[in-house]
């Protein structure tokens, strides 16, 4: 009826329906593990050197058995057979399998369809992926000489390593029978890597309370060549209250076997901007009327598309009530800041280099203040080539050519257009590919403190221990050629708070202790805000999260009792546009908790 009511009653429709009435999908992972280690130690030099080798081999074999998950080709099947699959017995010839499915599927009325139907598009999977590991190392350590202020000792040593990783999917992409709705179908991949190292370390002491730590490693990878690790340390005793410590370090480090070879997984993150096609997007080199090149934006989308004849072009839903490219966004909701990523390893990642400098004291019994130690350093790391996935976010505005210099012909054979699928029909986003990929420039600073004291109160003995975080900037590059974004305190990166502390306040009498622990968040902007400073999309305020503990021990038994966020505190909401999108239901359960208050009671016994 519905259908039939439209002024053209058999054009074609697309069908956007959530698959709720078919329960969850469950996984189960089995693990095998086993861990083989040998070695032997020594002496030699009248016992002032020692050595010690040692050989090891690990094998991790892991199955994954996917249930209760649809299977694309039958639920399509029911959805074109009349009244959404009513009745029982279908069979469709050449496909080996029949569906029954007595109430049919409720498309657009409400209820719950027969057990029966949900059956007949249940599906099961089961990928398998294996890694292994050998490592036999050597390293030997002693006094070389002494100086004035005391003996030079060092440290050196040989290692070798290596690592397979294989995968097996359940989901095979040339399977065309049976596609699960719900994962991303991949072929098997696989690869190895082994790397041989020599290090060297030594301990000097300069002059009385002054040492200092040097060290080199050099690294030989079969996938990276030759690579160099090395550091230049520091402490200074100055006397019985302050010490201070700092240095440099230069590290290389090349890819590991995951960001090398791993197969295909799909990932929804974070989409601040939405789509760059949609007339809702809050990028300024978008599909918006105010941006100069709006045509060739719009050219873009359809080259992308791979036709002039998808809902991109054709569609009258919009909410500006302009038809089609002028008036596009997505059906529902308008404003979606989420994106399907393909995350893969890349064998053409090269190693990624970082700098960092650090600074620091360590104070003890300050001011005459008993069992009193404070700790505060300063860092500064500078992070080349960076390894990550590339973000979809990056490959969007690098495609649609954002800062005005990477893609100024809009051509859609340009590198980074290539990795963005569109729906041919309905013209929305599908997917973007990231592959692992060398970004550019990192940087950030921030200073880290730490704070411990105790002291006795009646017949027991009170403490405090608090952490504080401060983070100065951090400042990335989507793409190497890309300008940095500044991210500090904004949620892009996964969250990178202004102020983070966590504090314990905690009591113990002989075998009884309690504790109160003390979380605090700085607010912190959205994620858009990083990359579009005047958006209008609202981070989150501050927050505080108290947990409360207690144990006793007595003998080989052990008591926990505990309440987790002890006053209820109830999550931040983030990315909240006011006018376009609320989200309220949205957080980010990594730093917010979405739990509420709990109980918890444990028991141990050792025997």
């Given at each position: 009826?519905?259908?039939?009511?439209?002024?053209?009653?058999?054009?074609?429709?697309?069908?956007?329906?959530?698959?709720?009435?078919?329960?969850?999908?469950?996984?189960?992972?089995?693990?095998?593990?086993?861990?083989?280690?040998?070695?032997?130690?020594?002496?030699?030099?009248?016992?002032?050197?020692?050595?010690?080798?040692?050989?090891?081999?690990?094998?991790?074999?892991?199955?994954?058995?996917?249930?209760?998950?649809?299977?694309?080709?039958?639920?399509?099947?029911?959805?074109?057979?009349?009244?959404?699959?009513?009745?029982?017995?279908?069979?469709?010839?050449?496909?080996?399998?029949?569906?029954?499915?007595?109430?049919?599927?409720?498309?657009?009325?409400?209820?719950?369809?027969?057990?029966?139907?949900?059956?007949?598009?249940?599906?099961?999977?089961?990928?398998?992926?294996?890694?292994?590991?050998?490592?036999?190392?050597?390293?030997?350590?002693?006094?070389?000489?002494?100086?004035?202020?005391?003996?030079?000792?060092?440290?050196?040593?040989?290692?070798?390593?290596?690592?397979?990783?294989?995968?097996?999917?359940?989901?095979?992409?040339?399977?065309?029978?049976?596609?699960?709705?719900?994962?991303?179908?991949?072929?098997?991949?696989?690869?190895?890597?082994?790397?041989?190292?020599?290090?060297?370390?030594?301990?000097?002491?300069?002059?009385?309370?002054?040492?200092?730590?040097?060290?080199?490693?050099?690294?030989?990878?079969?996938?990276?060549?030759?690579?160099?690790?090395?550091?230049?340390?520091?402490?200074?005793?100055?006397?019985?209250?302050?010490?201070?410590?700092?240095?440099?370090?230069?590290?290389?480090?090349?890819?590991?076997?995951?960001?090398?070879?791993?197969?295909?997984?799909?990932?929804?993150?974070?989409?601040?901007?939405?789509?760059?096609?949609?007339?809702?997007?809050?990028?300024?080199?978008?599909?918006?009327?105010?941006?100069?090149?709006?045509?060739?934006?719009?050219?873009?989308?359809?080259?992308?598309?791979?036709?002039?004849?998808?809902?991109?072009?054709?569609?009258?839903?919009?909410?500006?009530?302009?038809?089609?490219?002028?008036?596009?966004?997505?059906?529902?909701?308008?404003?979606?800041?989420?994106?399907?990523?393909?995350?893969?390893?890349?064998?053409?990642?090269?190693?990624?280099?970082?700098?960092?400098?650090?600074?620091?004291?360590?104070?003890?019994?300050?001011?005459?203040?008993?069992?009193?130690t404070i700790t505060a350093d300063y860092y500064d790391i500078e992070i080349t080539d960076t390894i990550s996935p590339i973000s979809?976010?990056?490959?969007?505005?690098?495609?649609?050519?954002?800062?005005?210099?990477?893609?100024?012909?809009?051509?859609?054979?340009?590198?980074?257009?290539?990795?963005?699928?569109?729906?041919?029909?309905?013209?929305?986003?599908?997917?973007?590919?990231?592959?692992?990929?060398?970004?550019?420039?990192?940087?950030?600073?921030?200073?880290?403190?730490?704070?411990?004291?105790?002291?006795?109160?009646?017949?027991?003995?009170?403490?405090?221990?608090?952490?504080?975080?401060?983070?100065?900037?951090?400042?990335?590059?989507?793409?190497?050629?890309?300008?940095?974004?500044?991210?500090?305190?904004?949620?892009?990166?996964?969250?990178?708070?202004?102020?983070?502390?966590?504090?314990?306040?905690?009591?113990?009498?002989?075998?009884?202790?309690?504790?109160?622990?003390?979380?605090?968040?700085?607010?912190?902007?959205?994620?858009?805000?990083?990359?579009?400073?005047?958006?209008?999309?609202?981070?989150?305020?501050?927050?505080?999260?108290?947990?409360?503990?207690?144990?006793?021990?007595?003998?080989?038994?052990?008591?926990?009792?505990?309440?987790?966020?002890?006053?209820?505190?109830?999550?931040?909401?983030?990315?909240?546009?006011?006018?376009?999108?609320?989200?309220?239901?949205?957080?980010?359960?990594?730093?917010?908790?979405?739990?509420?208050?709990?109980?918890?009671?444990?028991?141990?016994?050792?025997?």
């Amino acid at each position: 009826t519905l259908l039939d009511s439209r002024a053209q009653p058999d054009a074609d429709w697309s069908l956007y329906r959530v698959l709720d009435f078919n329960g969850p999908i469950e996984v189960e992972h089995n693990d095998n593990v086993y861990q083989f280690t040998a070695g032997l130690k020594g002496e030699f030099m009248d016992g002032d050197w020692t050595w010690d080798a040692y050989v090891s081999r690990g094998d991790t074999r892991r199955s994954s058995d996917y249930s209760h998950m649809p299977s694309l080709q039958r639920y399509q099947f029911l959805i074109n057979q009349n009244n959404f699959g009513q009745g029982s017995g279908f069979v469709n010839s050449g496909r080996s399998y029949s569906v029954s499915c007595p109430s049919g599927l409720p498309i657009f009325a409400g209820f719950t369809p027969d057990p029966e139907c949900v059956d007949g598009f249940d599906t099961r999977q089961v990928d398998r992926s294996r890694l292994t590991q050998e490592i036999a190392e050597l390293n030997i350590q002693g006094g070389l000489f002494d100086l004035p202020a005391g003996e030079v000792r060092v440290a050196a040593g040989a290692s070798y390593r290596e690592n397979t990783y294989a995968f097996f999917p359940g989901n095979p992409a040339n399977s065309v029978v049976e596609n699960p709705i719900g994962t991303f179908s991949s072929n098997g991949s696989g690869g190895a890597i082994d790397v041989m190292e020599y290090y060297v370390e030594a301990l000097v002491p300069v002059i009385e309370g002054l040492n200092l730590e040097l060290g080199y490693r050099y690294s030989d990878f079969s996938t990276a060549g030759g690579q160099d690790t090395y550091k230049a340390m520091f402490t200074y005793e100055m006397n019985d209250m302050i010490s201070f410590r700092g240095g440099y370090q230069f590290a290389t480090r090349a890819p590991n076997i995951a960001e090398l070879f791993s197969a295909p997984s799909l990932e929804v993150v974070g989409f601040p901007l939405n789509d760059l096609c949609a007339v809702t997007t809050l990028a300024p080199w978008g599909n918006v009327p105010g941006n100069p090149d709006r045509l060739q934006v719009q050219q873009l989308c359809r080259d992308i598309i791979g036709n002039d004849t998808s809902g991109f072009d054709t569609q009258t839903y919009s909410i500006t009530g302009l038809p089609g490219a002028d008036g596009f966004h997505r059906a529902n909701p308008p404003f979606f800041p989420l994106e399907i990523e393909i995350v893969q390893g890349n064998p053409n990642v090269a190693p990624e280099q970082g700098e960092t400098y650090t600074i620091g004291a360590v104070i003890t019994d300050p001011f005459g203040i008993e069992n009193l130690t404070i700790t505060a350093d300063y860092y500064d790391i500078e992070i080349t080539d960076t390894i990550s996935p590339i973000s979809s976010s990056a490959v969007y505005n690098d495609c649609f050519n954002s800062n005005g210099s990477s893609n100024p012909s809009y051509d859609v054979n340009y590198a980074p257009c290539q990795l963005i699928t569109r729906n041919a029909v309905s013209g929305d986003r599908a997917q973007v590919d990231a592959l692992y990929s060398n970004l550019g420039l990192l940087t950030t600073q921030g200073v880290d403190v730490t704070a411990n004291w105790n002291m006795d109160v009646g017949p027991g003995t009170f403490g405090v221990n608090t952490s504080l975080n401060f983070l100065d900037s951090f400042e990335y590059q989507q793409s190497p050629d890309s300008p940095q974004i500044d991210a500090t305190g904004t949620l892009d990166q996964g969250g990178l708070f202004d102020f983070r502390t966590f504090t314990t306040f905690s009591y113990r009498w002989d075998d009884f202790s309690i504790g109160l622990t003390w979380r605090h968040l700085s607010d912190i902007d959205s994620e858009a805000s990083s990359s579009q400073p005047t958006t209008t999309i609202q981070g989150a305020d501050s927050y505080n999260m108290f947990n409360l503990n207690a144990g006793y021990n007595w003998g080989n038994y052990s008591l926990r009792v505990g309440i987790d966020n002890l006053f209820d505190e109830d999550p931040e909401s983030i990315n909240n546009n006011p006018g376009i999108d609320s989200n309220s239901g949205t957080t980010n359960a990594g730093y917010y908790d979405v739990l509420g208050t709990r109980y918890f009671v444990g028991l141990k016994a050792s025997f």
